[in-house]
């Protein structure tokens, strides 16, 4: 079983480490800690108790990964970081521990991307390939769907829902909830579009996307009672998996979701 910790790193006895593990210089790893194989850990990171990765993580220098909750609630009760596979975890990123309160753990999934500086406070959850840009930061309780894009420096609030395939752009404060496949921005945010360029990239049947196109006007176009709009594509469009995803989101949606913006011109022309 290969592995490569330089001396002058850390390593507390109780962490279990996987094959072909490279723990750089100065690198501290608590106790109560799992390293998966190929996981690569850069010079000055810390790993703190109760954190758990998978296979091929990156944990880039300075970042602090499995820190207590900053919830002033919390009594150092067991509580877990549990990460993925094959993440990327840059500078100075911050990524807490659950609390009591929540489920008791912190969700990362795989294929992440969190960029420096970013925050992932308690009992939040980031399904596969989430990207935060640079400064993003997310409250407690914050889950974000797979594929979903969070702009540099946008700030979440706690207990929000963002869904699949969504684009928060860069700036945004987001306090309500972000339906899957849409485009929000603002300094709070708001609804602009969906996100027609994301789901082009991911592949989406062009069928798909026009319904989606559709949907959105239909649920939030000018003047529409958002019942009836809601009303009306699930009954044209309501066959198509994405736009029943959508609807099933707005209606499970404990906070409520964001507001159309009415002055972005002519939403969906992405």
């Known amino acids: ?17 996987g094959s072909d593990v490279v723990v750089g210089p100065y690198v501290i790893i608590e106790g109560n800690t799992r390293l998966g194989d190929g996981t690569r850990v850069d010079p000055f990171a810390q790993i703190k108790n109760y954190t758990s ?13 499995g820190e207590a909750p900053q919830d002033i609630k919390y009594k150092d009760e067991e509580t877990w970081l549990k990460i993925g596979d094959n993440n990327k975890i840059r500078e100075y990123a911050t990524l807490n521990r659950g609390t009591p309160d929540g489920k008791g753990v912190t969700l990362i999934g795989s294929n992440c991307f969190l960029m420096a500086y970013t925050h992932v ?3 939040c959850e980031l399904l596969d390939h989430v990207i935060m840009a640079n400064g993003a930061t997310l409250a407690g309780h914050v889950k974000i769907g797979q594929r979903a894009v969070i702009g540099g ?3 979440v609030h706690q ?7 969504s684009f928060i752009g860069g700036k945004s404060g987001v306090a309500q909830d972000v339906p899957p496949y849409m485009l929000a921005a603002g300094e709070r945010a708001k609804l602009y579009s969906p996100n027609l360029i994301g789901m082009r990239r991911a592949g989406f049947d062009r069928r798909e996307i026009a319904a989606v196109k559709k949907a959105f006007h239909a649920i939030w176009g000018q003047g529409v009672r958002r019942e009836e709009g809601m009303a009306k594509a699930q009954k ?6 994405t736009v029943e ?12 979701v964001i507001s159309p913006d009415r002055c972005a011109g002519k939403n969906g022309s992405q």
């Open 1 to 17: 079983m290969s592995r490569h910790i330089h001396p002058t790193a850390i390593v507390d006895p109780g962490c279990e480490m």
């Open 53 to 65: 990765l998978g296979r091929n993580n990156h944990v880039y220098s300075y970042a602090c990964i």
């Open 245 to 256: 995803n959508i609807l099933s989101f707005i209606r499970s949606s404990p906070r409520g």
């Open 121 to 123: 406070a308690h009992d």
């Open 153 to 155: 420096l946008c700030a």
């Open 159 to 165: 207990f929000v829902n963002i869904g699949e395939y």
């Open 236 to 241: 044209e469009w309501g066959n198509y998996r």
